[in-house]
């Protein structure tokens, strides 16, 4: 595809009832990445997957949050019984290969904004 | 993992000013590479320097990396209205993260 896409766009959700976010990579990327921005604040690491490997999920902050990646194409990150501290932007990245120390660009989607009433 | 520390949080200029971001580090790094982000939305990469690299040019930006100060600058020059976004360093350490600074708010008003 042209880029990263994200939906929905916009969530408002209650309290303790589930959400799904989806991220679309760009065609040919085998690598995908979750971050979390609070309001006025930095992004935050939650998860990566590259191809069939095993998910990095050292940055998810509570066995509430949940990533799947099937192979090199759509990601989808739970958050099961939300609370009010999970209202954030979340954003999905991904890059052709892993980045970090390899030095790849990050190409972002335009973000799920979460609110949890 | 360590975390970049942008400065100044907030940054308000004039257009046709050159406006100057700084990002400080504690730890080595391969790269660092700094992203602007529009309205809290998608961040866009600009510009990525390797660990042995001084200087680094794109169009009106320019970077600079200095690893015995372990710091880096983003020079914006001619700044325009467009500018105005929040503008992050990324540092690409020794694992497959890319950890990102709090940003700078650059303001450039007409």
């Known amino acids: 595809g042209a880029g990263v896409s994200q939906s929905p766009s916009n969530k408002v959700t209650e309290k303790g009832k589930d959400v799904e976010l989806r991220c679309d990579p760009i065609s040919g990327h085998t690598a995908l990445y979750w971050y979390r921005q609070r309001l006025g604040q930095g992004l935050e690491f939650l998860i990566y997957?590259?191809?069939?490997?095993?998910?990095?999920k050292s940055g998810l902050p509570s066995d509430r949050f949940s990533a799947e990646r099937t192979g090199e194409s759509v990601s989808t990150l739970t958050i099961q019984r939300t609370q009010q501290e999970d209202s954030a932007v979340y954003l999905c990245a991904s890059s052709r290969v892993l980045a970090g120390v390899r030095g790849e660009t990050q190409y972002f989607g335009p973000g799920t904004r979460l609110l949890v009433l | 993992s360590q975390q970049g520390e942008e400065d100044p949080q907030a940054l308000s200029i004039q257009e046709g000013e050159n406006a100057t971001m700084n990002c400080s580090y504690k730890t080595s790094i391969n790269n660092l590479q700094w992203y602007r982000q529009n309205s809290g939305r998608g961040l866009v990469h600009l510009i990525l320097i390797r660990s042995n690299e001084r200087e680094k040019h794109s169009g009106r930006l320019r970077v600079t990396l200095d690893t015995s100060k372990k710091s880096s600058s983003l020079l914006i020059t001619a700044s325009r209205a467009a500018d105005t976004a929040s503008y992050f360093c990324a540092l690409g350490g020794s694992n497959y993260k890319l950890t990102f600074g709090k940003g700078t708010l650059l303001t450039v008003n007409p």
């Open positions: 997957f590259q191809g069939n490997s095993a998910p990095d």
